[in-house]
């Protein structure tokens, strides 16, 4: 398994060579991008992205979590969370990569 971790510069840089804007403009598209995505969690909407999968925020209860290491009983407070569910076709295409 790689090592290597896909950023935000590396983003800019595809579609700098791919569309063909100058670097800057590259660079505000993947922040305007990733910044909509962003606010459209923080609202409690989901993002999906066809072909790839769904981001949405989950709302948890409050519950009693347990200390592994002392087996003492701890208040774990309410929360949201986000979460991620890959479409079927990004499902495929990793399991395609684990064969290679």
Do not use: C, W, Y
């Amino acid at each position: 398994m790689s090592e290597k971790t896909l950023t935000r510069m590396d983003l800019s840089e595809a579609v700098f060579r791919e569309v063909g804007l100058s670097r800057n403009e590259s660079a505000e598209l993947v922040e305007s991008v990733l910044q909509h995505m962003s606010d459209a969690l923080v609202r409690g909407e989901q993002v999906k992205i066809s072909a790839f999968g769904t981001f949405s925020v989950r709302d948890k209860a409050a519950r009693v979590g347990r200390n592994p290491k002392t087996g003492e009983e701890v208040p774990i407070q309410p929360r949201r969370v986000l979460t991620f569910r890959p479409s079927h076709l990004m499902k495929e295409q990793v399991a395609e990569g684990n064969k290679r």
